[in-house]
């Protein structure tokens, strides 16, 4: 098993998938243009709503193209005979080829979150440099407060677990892309349902609470609420970042809570997915 | 045949997510961290990609980005579109404190200005009643704002302010200083400006008075410049015995 | 008596065909052992059902009726893979991989760890031939290579049993020639192989015992002496005779009774001929 996520790793690596990362940078810097006439405030504001959601996209991008593409190459080479006709389970098999994505997300977070925060305090420290220079003469309290703020505006510990939840969900979908690609005929098929899933899991929330409040309405439309919110994960949970770049303190409990409902799916899923692939023909 | 049988198994989980997740709902709804329903006008406004990019999951970019344009707007003094932009703004991130204060400032102190020396308008009374609008307009998006982050002293500020400088209603500045300075994280001159304007109001001025010298007590660090002048202000006001007073050697 | 290496049992297997009611029927009713020890020849035309006959007994596919089993356990168990390694037909591996990392990550799957592991390789790369192409990406392998290291990979394990579907397919006579040679060489370690082929030269050299599959029915099934054998004619080649002694054959033949069917110059095979003239 860890061979075959070491391996799938490997596979991943030499697709140079890792060129997503230079995207990624280039967003950072990219976006610092946009940000010569803002005042520090809204500069850090713009820059991690910037680099959170470059990073949701990202990694979800990412768990998506690379876990489609992974099942029909190997059952199209027919290199799955080889590694299946081992003494070497199905589930395995499948567990392995997940790990080694989820690798590689973990390995891609955290260097987009590294250059990330890189690129933040190296802004923090100019802001901070700018602010003294501005208020030299007023008085000490007053600089301490101003420089205060500005150490508040960049970093906030709640920055982590907003990274951490999108992590989660790129697990989540590369799971479900995973299911999926066990029953799909082709690679385009396999990312345009994900895609689609993905589109219809932001709005799942929204469909399922009015399923569950509302009792009105026909029962045509509630049966298709209904199947929306049973169908579809609900990815708007996944979305802490916008909280959290506000300033919105992200409480133990809901963080918890949310990582273990994103540990769930990404269980069900391949669940799900193993399941299929033990009843199918290869 | 094998699909349907997928499909059963899916619903199925379905029903076990389904409790988990709606109780994560109302634990974030509790904690003011569930985003609200996006208004279907919204798309017409900033169009189809846009609103599709907002509904999954890049709202904050997309209010990022028409943050920026309005703040382009703003440098041409294109007003309406200014506020537009901010209601926009405001909608697709009602937590963003930043983008309320940022939307009132706008609208309160800047349109303001400019509508009330609009040289195209030669009535004052026109000119003064447009400049009142805007000042309503800043109002609006601040209290709106304050709904949607109760627990945020920098709203509050801003409506101190704008009650203090703009409307010049002292009794509603003080107690907009005075929520401020009851809000968490809350700077300490919150308590010092609620009371400088309540110094201001007609018939308050004993309690003020009462407020400034306990404040005035608590140490050299409280003892500024305006807080002494307002102090003498209202023992001169009061008539307060001489031996009572505070002395002038204070503070240089 | 020792347990069969391979033991199907009224096995049959139909594939649905997408979007329409009928199915084909690739396998039908088919028994078969594999004693241990032998080289068994799976032969048949195109379509015929031996590689659906092979997944089978792998597990990779499940039949539709029937049971398989390897050494008495059943193909369906994960554990049976144990002795059994595979070779399928024109096998892909992963591009990315070199020789040496291609068969360190089989052996992995395997469970080989450690120095056994790297010995095992180094072993392998030698017996198949391509200690030279090891640190190679398989991406630059040529198909008689990957086939090498297609075998290789199925022997990591050291299987009592081999499954190879066509194994000289695609291979050059040299390497078809050394590929049948490393066959004789696991049955001499006692080693049972399963393998199917159509090219019928190659399987009545090296094969003990053949099966016809046909429409994935098993028409014939017996040792390859037997099967072969015209039981009335005998073949009589000699060397440095004259004109003169086939003749005095001829008659003793006739005045025994028999008929002599034919008379030629003895030829050496194509295959001999192209070994002798590529050979460096
Ligand atoms: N996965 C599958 N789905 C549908 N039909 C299949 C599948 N695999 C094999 N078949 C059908 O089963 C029959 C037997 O195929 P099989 O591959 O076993 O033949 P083969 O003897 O190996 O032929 P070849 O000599 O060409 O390799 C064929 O008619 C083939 O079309
Ligand atoms: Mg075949």
Redesign the interface.
């Known amino acids: 098993m860890a061979a075959i996520t070491a391996n799938t790793l490997t596979e991943l690596t030499r697709l140079k998938v890792f060129y997503v990362l230079l995207l990624f940078a280039l967003v950072l810097i990219g976006s610092s243009i ?1 940000m010569a ?2 005042t520090f ?2 500069e850090f ?2 820059l991690k ?2 680099s ?2 470059a990073m ?2 990202f990694t979800s991008l990412l768990a998506i193209v690379a876990t489609a593409r992974m099942l029909p190459q190997d059952i199209e080479d027919r290199t799955v005979y080889t590694i299946l006709a081992k003494p070497v389970p199905r589930f395995e098999y499948l567990v392995g080829k997940l790990g080694g994505v989820l690798l590689l997300l973990t390995i891609t977070t955290l260097i987009m979150t590294a250059l990330f925060l890189a690129v933040l305090s190296f802004r923090e420290q100019a802001a901070l440099a700018e602010t003294t220079r501005q208020m030299a003469g007023l008085p000490q ?1 007053q600089l301490t ?1 101003a420089l205060r703020a500005v150490r508040a505006a960049t970093f906030n510990a709640d920055l982590i677990p907003g990274i951490s939840v999108l992590f989660l969900k790129a697990c989540l979908l590369a799971s479900l892309t995973l299911f999926i690609s066990t ?1 799909a005929t082709t690679n385009i098929f396999t990312v345009v349902v994900t895609v689609f899933i ?2 219809i899991g ?2 799942q ?2 469909a ?2 009015f399923w ?1 409040q509302e009792h009105g309405g026909s029962w045509i439309s509630r049966t298709f609420l209904a ?1 929306v ?3 579809f ?11 959290v ?4 303190a ?2 133990l ?2 963080f918890l ?2 990582a273990a ?1 994103g540990c ?2 990404t269980l ?1 899923y391949l669940l ?1 997915a193993t ?2 692939f033990n ?1 199918r023909e290869l | 045949m ?2 349907v049988i ?2 059963l ?3 199925l ?3 076990v ?2 409790p ?6 109302i ?2 709804a509790a ?3 569930q ?1 609200t ?1 996006l208004d279907l006008n919204l798309r017409e406004q900033i169009g189809q990609l846009s609103f ?1 990019a907002a ?7 997309i ?2 980005f028409l ?2 344009q309005a ?1 382009v707007a703003w ?1 041409r003094t294109e007003w309406s579109r200014v506020l537009l932009l901010f209601r926009q703004v405001t909608m697709l ?1 009602p ?4 983008f309320w204060d ?1 939307a009132a400032w706008h609208m309160a102190w800047n349109a303001s200005v400019a509508a009330f020396n609009n040289p195209a308008q030669p009535r004052l009374a026109l000119r003064l009643k447009a400049q009142r609008e805007y000042f309503d307009l800043g109002r609006d998006f601040l209290e709106r704002g304050l709904q949607n982050n109760p627990d945020s002293p920098q709203l509050c500020e801003a409506l101190g302010r704008l009650y203090r400088d703009k409307y010049k209603d002292h009794a509603r500045a003080s107690a907009y200083f005075e929520m401020m300075a009851a809000k968490p994280g809350a ?1 300490n001159y919150a308590k010092r400006f609620a009371v400088y304007e309540l110094s201001f109001c007609e018939g308050r001025e004993r309690e003020a008075y009462e407020r400034l010298m306990a404040l005035y007590a608590t140490g050299e ?1 409280e003892r500024l410049p305006t807080m002494i002048s307002r102090l003498k202000y209202l023992e001169e006001k009061l008539d307060i015995p001489l031996d009572q007073r505070i002395s002038d050697a204070v503070r240089r | 008596m020792s347990e069969p290496a391979v033991a199907v049992t009224g096995v049959t297997k139909t594939f649905p065909v997408p979007f329409k009611r009928q199915s084909v029927i690739a396998v039908r009713d088919l028994n078969l052992q594999v004693e241990a020890g032998q080289v068994y020849g799976l032969l048949g035309p195109n379509g015929s059902g031996k590689s659906t006959t092979l997944k089978i007994i792998l597990g990779l596919v499940s039949p539709t009726r029937g049971t398989a089993e390897i050494f008495g356990r059943e193909s369906k168990e994960v554990a049976s893979r144990e002795a059994v390694g595979f070779l399928p037909e024109s096998p892909y591996f992963y591009k990315y991989l070199t020789g040496a990392e291609t068969l360190r990550f089989y052996g992995k799957l395997c469970g080989l760890r450690g120095p056994k592991l790297v010995t095992r390789v180094d072993e392998l790369l030698e017996l198949v031939g391509l200690t030279n192409a090891r640190d190679r990406r398989l991406g630059g392998y040529s198909k008689g290579m990957l086939q090498r290291i297609g075998l290789a990979q199925a022997l990591v394990h050291e299987p009592r049993l081999v499954v190879l579907d066509e194994p000289t397919a695609g291979v050059d006579p040299v390497g078809s020639r050394e590929i049948r040679d490393l066959i004789l060489d696991l049955k001499r370690r006692g080693i049972t192989v399963l393998l199917s082929s159509h090219l019928l030269d190659q399987v009545q050299e090296v094969c003990d015992r053949v099966g016809i599959l046909a429409d994935g029915i098993l028409v014939r099934d017996g040792p390859v002496d037997e099967l072969l054998a015209v039981e009335n004619r005998t073949e009589v080649v000699f060397e440095n005779g004259s004109d003169e002694l086939g003749q005095q054959l001829e008659t003793l033949i006739r005045a025994a009774g028999g008929q002599l069917i034919e008379r030629r110059k003895s030829r050496k095979t194509l295959e001999r001929l192209f070994l002798d003239a590529t050979r460096k």
């Open positions: 946009f006439r803002l405030q809204q504001q713009v709503d910037i959170l959601g949701s996209i309290e407060e029953f993905y589109f932001h709005l929330g929204t399922r609470e569950l199947v919110a049973l169908l994960p609900d990815l708007q949970l996944f979305n802490l970042a916008d909280e770049v506000t300033g919105a992200i409480p409990e809901i809570k949310t409902l769930f799916y069900i799900l399941a299929v009843a | 094998r699909l997928v499909l198994g899916v619903l989980l379905g029903g997510k389904l988990l997740e709606h109780h994560l709902f634990t974030r904690h003011r961290l985003s329903p599709v509904l999954s999951g890049f709202r904050a970019v209010a990022d943050f920026i703040h440098e991130q937590r963003g404190i930043l940022m700077p660090k």
